[in-house]
């Protein structure tokens, strides 16, 4: 048996596991007083972590972008159509910030937790939770047909857009004006197979250009995308193009669907 | 004009905080509070001038006058939605609704003012940094912005070589 079959192998039986659970879960949950699902809370945050720890090993030691799709498939599964795609850790900001501004508000541990795991991650292995957790990435990725390269002066300018959604988010939720980003969420229609028409319009609109352009809900939009890309930069392992040496062949920028790989500023010799 | 375009940058965030303060009550709208506040003044103020309209209409029977009050009546009907109907029935005092929407106003002036700089902040960097040119020597990823989907590795034809390499130790 080649390695490869045995990771697909594998990966279909830790998919076929966590579904299992999830089943389990779902059907006999312990209840809390209040009569919140106290199991499965904790099986998701579980899973979260699973699933983080499974991308990074595939990302960045496995290198392996056959495994990373299944394991998208696997996420869109379970956190996005079984989970309806709450609680997610993008909603969950406006939670936390809502904690903070108003004593009253109680957070509960599983939400902090939803909250805090992928940015742990992206502070040791960089944006994992973004290549396969994500369900809302992993729809966009899974659609993505013919990328199209962006200009740079637009993707630029765009990239603003995440910054100025994060501070509203924020303002609003901890002003208790209401969560933003949940009601903006273009896919939770698709996830829960519901919603209203101006709903599942934005997302069918936005799957459509995610087609051609490379996420672009995570790229111009996604405000956890910011505190991931924030820690990122200082992560202790993160992906590499190649372990190898880089023979400038450019292949590498042109793969890129997300304009995520700059090209060399110097010269071979070292020189500008 | 290097000098000039610094001290634009580095005014940018205090311009943005300042614009963000002004917009806080605006913006404030969208707090239900406000908003219902804003509602019940609203209607105050409409039953206000129908009231006044109907007194003048009838004082003075002309038509013009009638019809005037019937517009204020109408105003007044408009006014009262289902928010504000909720609210007059319940228990919940006027001055004490008013009291809460201001100190969210108030809340708002500084919240905006906040994400006007923290908008102007990331504005100011990330104009900055168009200038600024790192060194690079290779092609190399821009960890901020890869998510990490492992497209690139199998482009790659120095990881595809040794990817063989690893798949044929693996088999030996």
Redesign the interface.
């Known amino acids: 048996m ?3 079959v045995r990771a697909t192998v594998v990966l279909a039986g830790s998919l076929a596991a966590m579904l299992g659970v999830a089943q389990s879960a779902w059907a006999a949950p312990l209840r809390s007083p209040g009569g919140s699902l106290i199991w499965s809370d904790t099986l998701h945050v579980i899973l979260l972590a699973v699933a983080l720890a499974v ?1 990074a090993y ?3 030691w496995r ?3 056959r495994g ?1 799709v299944w394991l998208s498939i696997a996420s869109l599964g379970y956190f996005g159509f079984y989970l309806g795609g709450c609680v997610c850790p993008v909603g969950s900001i406006q939670n936390v910030a809502a904690g903070l501004a108003d004593p009253t508000y109680t957070v509960p541990i599983t939400v902090v937790l939803v909250f805090a795991l992928p940015l742990v991650a992206a502070l040791l ?4 939770f ?3 957790v994500c369900p809302l ?1 992993a729809i966009q ?1 899974l659609v993505l047909l013919r990328p199209v390269h962006l200009p740079l002066w637009l993707e ?1 300018a765009l ?2 857009v995440p ?2 959604y994060l ?2 988010a924020v ?2 939720a ?5 969560f933003i980003v949940c009601r903006m969420d273009p896919f939770v229609g698709f996830f829960r197979l519901d919603g209203s028409p101006q709903m599942l319009i934005t997302g069918g609109a936005l799957l459509a250009v995610s087609m051609i352009i490379g ?1 672009p809900y ?2 111009f939009l996604c405000p956890y995308g910011v505190l991931l ?2 820690c ?2 200082v ?1 202790r392992w ?29 010269e ?1 010799g ?1 020189g500008p | 004009m290097r000098v000039l375009k610094r001290i634009a940058v580095l005014l940018l965030p205090l311009l943005a905080a300042a614009l963000g303060a002004v917009a806080g009550p605006t913006l404030a709208r969208v707090n239900d509070t406000v908003s219902l506040a804003d509602e019940v003044l609203a209607q105050e103020s409409a039953k206000k001038a129908s009231d006044k309209a109907s007194a003048a209409a009838r004082e003075s029977k002309t038509s013009e006058l009638a019809a005037k009050a019937r517009d204020r009546m109408a105003a007044f009907d408009r006014a009262t939605t289902d928010e504000v109907f909720a609210f007059v029935q319940s228990s919940r005092g006027r001055e004490d609704l008013l009291d809460e929407a201001r100190g969210i106003e108030r809340t708002f002036r500084w919240g905006t003012g906040l994400l006007g700089l923290w908008c102007g902040l990331v504005a100011a960097i990330r104009i900055a940094s168009v200038s600024r040119v790192p060194r690079r020597t290779d092609y190399e990823i821009e960890h901020r912005l890869c998510v990490a989907c492992g497209r690139c590795f199998r482009h790659c034809p120095r990881e595809r070589l040794r990817l063989k390499k690893v798949a044929e130790a693996a088999e030996v």
Not at chain 1, 125 to 128: A, T
Not at chain 1, 244 to 262: G, N, S, T, V, W
């Open positions: 080649t390695r490869r991308a595939l990302a960045i290198r392996s972008r990373l292995f960089g944006r994992v973004c290549s396969s990435g990725d630029y990239g603003f910054y100025v501070g509203l303002l609003l901890a002003t208790g004006s209401g996420r995570c790229r890309g924030m990122s930069r992560a993160r992906v590499r193009i190649t372990p190898d040496e880089c023979i400038r062949c450019r292949l590498c920028e042109k793969a890129c669907p997300f304009e995520a790989i700059r090209p060399p500023t110097v071979e070292g």
